[in-house]
């Protein structure tokens, strides 16, 4: 998979906070064009009570191109044909929270049962291809748990598979983050011992995640809005969690219908904690809460 699957400081001090009045105002139609468009482009699904949160989010990016109007932002998205006015967009409006280890129950099962059971499957098939993907991977934490631990797993023997993962996000800024590997003293402080080991200190409170993990994951950009995946194998396990929170129900049944279909028969999906498939959904059984795996066909 590594090579193949797929392609102001000085003021703060004294600086009052900002004053509330100097907040931009935004109008209704204004809000509904921006909702709109975010919905469309990302699957990001803005509702009413997020109105504050989007002008908090924007008014430094429209500030800085010297607008005066959400309507003026609006227009100079729908104009731009590089695509780089709406990364802007999507990198300010995306929440990009994560962390090491979260969920954690989730990695134990995926190292006690899910690799196990996976890699025996694979082996009697007479081969050592194992393919992951961790959707919606923000700032990288989330995929170098994962690598970490199917490198415990395998231990010596993990040279011999071709192992990997795919990890994507929308987020170019999250996933330069990823790229780079570097985290802080509180990022890492609570990572298991063994964990630990793949983390190198460069400098009084930043750590850089070892070589070793990095080669072993594809960072790319990729919109899980597309409407056809593109990949040419099916994954054997899906990560991708506390991001469908962020999109509507019919946004979600279409997502989850395209992981079924790049998923292997019985293959995992692990979602969020606070997310669930709904009770109507036929494709996948429920294993535990927010695992499940996908059913063969009747
Ligand atoms: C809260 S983070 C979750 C990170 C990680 N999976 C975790 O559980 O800790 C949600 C991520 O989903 C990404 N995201 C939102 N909409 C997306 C889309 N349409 N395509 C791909 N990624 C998207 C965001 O950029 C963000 O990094």
Known sequence: MKR??????????????????????????????????????????LTEAKKSLVVSRLQKTIRSLGMRSFKQYYDYLMADTTGSALDTLINRISTNHTFFYRESNHFEFFRSRVLPEMSSRIRTMGCRDLRIWCAGCSSGEEAYTLIIEMKEFFGSEYDLWDAGLLATDISTNALQKAVTGEYTEDNVAHLPAYARR???????????????????????????????FPFRKPFHVI???????????????????????CLVPEGYLFIGHSESLGREQTLFQYIMPAVYRKKQKE
Do not use: W
């Not at 204004?30 to 699904?45: A, C, S, T």
């Open 198 to 228: 793949y983390f190198k200190k460069i400098s009084d409170d930043r750590y850089r995640v070892s070589d070793e993990l990095k080669r072993e994951i594809t960072f790319r950009r990729f919109n899980l809005m597309t409407p056809v």
């Open 4 to 45: 193949h699957l797929i392609f102001q400081s000085s003021l703060q001090a004294e600086t009052p906070c900002i004053p509330e009045e100097t907040l931009m105002r935004i109008s209704d139609t204004e809000f509904n064009l921006l909702r709109k468009l975010v919905y469309e482009r990302f699957g990001i699904n």
């Open 239 to 261: 990560f991708c969690r506390n991001v469908m929170i962020y999109f509507d129900q019919m946004t979600r049944s279409e997502l989850i219908r395209k992981f079924y279909q």
